[in-house]
Each structure stands twice: as structure tokens, then as C-alpha cells.
């Protein structure tokens, strides 16, 4: 999978994404990351590219002309082209799968106040939050769809990972999990998991699943 990101701050990409299964998965050639500055799209010698909002309000807005210059100089046929802003939809697992069979992302990473809206209109296919808080910018956003999205990707993660059961794909919270000592200041791991009864274990994790989901995310169930 090709990804490409357009932002005012390409630094912030160096570090999350050198390292660990996503750091792999460029190794092995499943993911082909460029980040671009947008500043290398601006037209004068200031490199402007936000300018004052039409009919006035705080803030600044990015200027169409350098996002649709590096979109249609990034972009293939098969592109798809998303912003990453609080107004988008709010993404999820279900996205990050329908995103993680496409060929090629270009994601354009929303600074300042925002997009100059014939960006929407005209030239972006979909539209991302990550949730409803405000950050600095849409780096972080970015790079949370990037990581989700490349972990789905085939051959990302080891075998014994894909094959492990995960919250959000079977629809429901993880169990309780322990490890070794049994007993660690007085706290005991739960009988029934060091009972080798395998049978009664997993009745035990649906259980607790349950019971967790319903206690804590109920919008789940
Ligand atoms: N999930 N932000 C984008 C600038 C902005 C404002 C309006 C487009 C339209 C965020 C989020 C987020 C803060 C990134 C505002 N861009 N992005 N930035 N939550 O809070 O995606």
C-alpha cells in the first residue's frame, strides 16, 4: 500500500512511525510512506499557505491552490484523497478495514482553522476525525489512521498476533489477563485460570467480557 501525507510540520511523522510493526511492515515493502510538506507547494517567495477568512473571523484558513497543486501532483487514478479534521466522520475499526484494501491514501493533514472549503468540495473523497477533542493539528490524526490501518495490512503483523482474538473485531472488550507470579502482594490470579480446565477458562473470559463491555462500553453490545 502506497500512503502519502501532505502537512505544514513533515517532522512530526520521524519517531512513531520508525518503529515497531509499522517499522517492519516498510522494511518488508507492505507499506510505502512519503511524507510531503505543503510548504513546498506555496506559490510565492514568503511560502504562504493559509490566508484571512472571507467575511471575516478569527484564525487563518490553509489556500486552496498549494493543497490542489500537491494533491493532483501526488495523486493517481486510483487515489483516495482524505482530510483529516473534527469534522470528518469519526473513524473506527470498520473504516481502518475499508481503508486497509485500498491501493493508495493521501492524506491531507488540516492546520490553523482549516481547509478553504472548495478543498471538500472538490477535491477530497472522504473526510476523518479520530474523536472529539481539538489537537494543534491533523499530524497526530494521521499517524493514528496510518498505524491502525497498516497493522490490518497483509503480512503486517506475526502470525501469532493476527491469529489472536482482538477487541473491536469480535465486538466486545478483552478479558482480564494475567501473568506470572501467581500471587503478587497478596493479590491471586484467579483460580479458575490456573486451573487447566480449559472448558470452564473460556467460559470464564466470555464471562467477564460480557459483563466488562456492558459495565463499560455498553454502546458496544
Ligand atoms: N481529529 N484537529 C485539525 C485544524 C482544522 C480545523 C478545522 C480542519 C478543519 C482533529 C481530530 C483535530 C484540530 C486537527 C484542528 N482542520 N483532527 N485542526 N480530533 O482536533 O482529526
Not at 45 to 67: A, S
Not at 68 to 86: D, G, M, N, Y
Not at 196 to 209: F, K
Amino acid at each position: 500500500m502506497k500512503i502519502d501525507v501532505l502537512t505544514l510540520f513533515p517532522a512530526m511523522f520521524a519517531g512513531p512511525l520508525d518503529e515497531s510493526i509499522i517499522k517492519r511492515a516498510r522494511q518488508a515493502g507492505l507499506l510505502d510512506l512519503s511524507v510531503h510538506n505543503l510548504r513546498d507547494y506555496a506559490h510565492n517567495r514568503h511560502k504562504t499557505v493559509d490566508d484571512r477568512p472571507f467575511g471575516g473571523g478569527p484564525g487563518m484558513l490553509l489556500k486552496p491552490e498549494p493543497i490542489f497543486e500537491a494533491v493532483e501532483k501526488l495523486a493517481r487514478e486510483r487515489t483516495r484523497v482524505i482530510l483529516l479534521s473534527p469534522a470528518g466522520r469519526t473513524f473506527n475499526q470498520a473504516i481502518a478495514r475499508e481503508l486497509a484494501l485500498q491501493d493508495d491514501l493521501l492524506l491531507v493533514v488540516g492546520h490553523y482553522e482549516g481547509f478553504d472549503e472548495r478543498v471538500r468540495e472538490h477535491l477530497a473523497d472522504d473526510e476523518l476525525s479520530i474523536g472529539d477533542y481539538v489537537l494543534t493539528n491533523g499530524a497526530l490524526p494521521a499517524m493514528v489512521i496510518i498505524d491502525a490501518v497498516t497493522r490490518l495490512l497483509p503480512g503486517a503483523l506475526g502470525d501469532e498476533q493476527s491469529a489472536c482474538e482482538e477487541s473491536f473485531s469480535h465486538g466486545l472488550l478483552e478479558y482480564p489477563q494475567y501473568t506470572r507470579p501467581a500471587e503478587f502482594r497478596q493479590w491471586k490470579v484467579p483460580e479458575v485460570l490456573l486451573s487447566g480446565n480449559h472448558a470452564e477458562i473460556a467460559a470464564w473470559r466470555a464471562q467477564q467480557a460480557k459483563a466488562r463491555t456492558w459495565e463499560r462500553r455498553p454502546d458496544l453490545l
